[in-house]
């Protein structure tokens, strides 16, 4: 009996030392990369931190243009907008602004040679482009483009992806509006996102949420999608996940035009801005919902639109909670 008890004791002895091996091991690991050792994670920790990027087996891929042809084949998949959106801007929509090259959809904006009237009556100095896709897109969809920004200063250059429909007159059924990015601002490395409404007054309602580059996002090319799902409205910036919306999302039964432009804010530093500017799309994507049950794991803070908020100088491929701050 003895025997055994001791055989049992020099066993417990291999483990403790094997242990103590091991342990040290991985502190000098950890210490040589310059990292704290961090308790080990359950599964189920793991797995709510894993659902922050795009996995593309939720979807089924319906739309993509690669823009590979020539400007007459924009009209195959797009509505080519002519004319003046927006009070606030100032520029005129031209289809002359539209060209496709080495596989890119290029919006150009630049100052005419001579002011030319639009149909609303006003004058201007600029022209630039928009286009729209021809069939209304639903919810329970994934909306991407790959682009390169242009290189304008503050509140002048705005090129956006955008979903809208309607307004807040008696004649619609209410204001809807889906900004999947909108670059503009005091500080032109800054993009937003945001969610319109209408009120029970029919005044027009929003919020949206800043995020901000180390680096200017007009250096190379990225990738913007939003999810729309059903009561739930989620922002990716290359894949990664950097925004949740769960307040006033448009019901994925409503239609909306997808759209794509670079318009010119109402800004006094459009004297400075260095003409022509262009805004360079490689592609735009749709998806649907493979599960229409599937409302899709998120990990970034959930924002209910009830009050503004803004993300402090996060590092945009590696968003994480602790990256949101309120203000």
Not at 36 to 53: F, H, L, Q, V, Y
């Amino acid at each position: 009996m003895s025997y055994i008890m001791k055989l049992i004791h020099i066993q417990i002895l291999i483990l403790l030392f094997h242990s103590s091996v091991l342990f040290g091991q991985r502190s000098l690991v950890n210490s040589s990369s310059g990292k704290r050792n961090e308790p080990i994670m359950n599964d189920n920790a793991e797995k709510s931190s894993e659902p922050c990027g795009i996995d593309y087996q939720d979807w089924n891929l319906t739309f993509e243009d690669d823009f590979n042809g020539s400007v007459k084949d924009l009209s195959e998949n797009w509505y080519l907008f002519g004319d003046n959106h927006g009070q606030d801007e100032l520029q005129i929509y031209k289809w002359e602004q539209l060209s496709v090259s080495d596989g890119n959809l290029v919006i150009t904006a630049q100052s005419l040679p001579k002011p030319e009237m639009a149909s609303n009556g006003i004058t201007y100095n600029y022209a630039s482009g928009w286009i729209h896709y021809k069939n209304m897109v639903k919810g329970n969809a994934l909306f991407e483009i790959r682009c390169k920004m242009p290189e304008g200063r503050e509140q002048t250059l705005w090129p956006a992806f955008w979903m809208w429909n309607g307004d807040c007159s008696p004649q619609t059924d209410g204001y809807r509006e889906i900004d999947i990015f909108e670059y503009w601002g005091n500080n032109f490395k800054c993009g937003t996102n945001n969610v319109f409404w209408c009120d029970g007054n029919r005044n027009r309602q929003g919020c949206f949420i800043e995020y901000c580059e180390k680096q200017p996002f007009f250096n190379d090319f990225h990738i913007f999608s939003a999810a729309w799902l059903n009561n739930k409205l989620v922002f990716y910036i290359d894949g990664k996940e950097i925004r949740t919306v769960t307040d006033y999302v448009p019901s994925v039964s409503a239609e909306m035009y997808l759209i794509a432009n670079l318009a010119l804010g109402n800004s006094p530093s459009i004297s400075e801005v260095k003409f022509p500017q262009r805004f360079v799309i490689d592609w735009i994507k749709i998806y649907n919902l493979k599960d229409k049950e599937n409302t899709l794991e998120t990990c970034t803070r959930t924002d209910n639109c009830r009050k503004a908020r803004t993300i402090n100088e996060p590092e945009i491929l590696k968003v994480e909670n602790k990256n949101l701050k309120d203000f």
